[in-house]
Nanobody, 123 residues
Framework: QVELVESGGGLVQTGGSLRLSCAAS????????MGWYRQAPGKQRELVAT???????HYGDSLKGRFTISRDNVKDTVYLQMNSLKPDDTAVYFC?????????????????WGQGTQVTVSS
């Protein structure tokens, strides 16, 4: 199994910055894509950014330039640097990983979600 621990959320003023982290642990064979999604009250969960195991990144609409996703393959951790934050960025942020794990006598690939971390941007 895989455990994801998120950190770095909090309250920040408009224009401020936050850095989210999501660390994976467990019987990990390989981590494929890593990403961040967010969900604001009353809205659907939406893509923030993803990064594949080759380092290729993809961002949700209008977020590139303010948000930067990165990963540390030694620490099995994905980061989200968020700059120039706006009140519209207020949401619960979830990390999402596709991971292949050791499962007894074979390998299994599955999707895992973090518990979510609250980001609140005040105006």
């Amino acid at each position: 199994q895989v455990e994801l621990v998120e950190s770095g959320g909090g309250l920040v003023q408009t224009g401020g910055s936050l850095r989210l982290s999501c660390a994976a642990s467990g019987t990990i064979f390989r981590i494929h894509s890593m990403g961040w999604y967010r969900q604001a009250p009353g809205k659907q969960r939406e893509l923030v950014a993803t990064i594949d195991d080759g380092g290729k990144t993809h961002y949700g609409d209008s977020l590139k330039g303010r948000f930067t996703i990165s990963r540390d393959n030694v620490k099995d951790t994905v980061y989200l640097q968020m700059n120039s934050l706006k009140p519209d960025d207020t949401a619960v942020y979830f990390c999402n990983l596709y991971v292949t794990i050791y499962a007894r006598t074979r390998l299994e690939t599955d999707q895992y979600w973090g518990q979510g971390t609250q980001v609140t941007v005040s105006s």
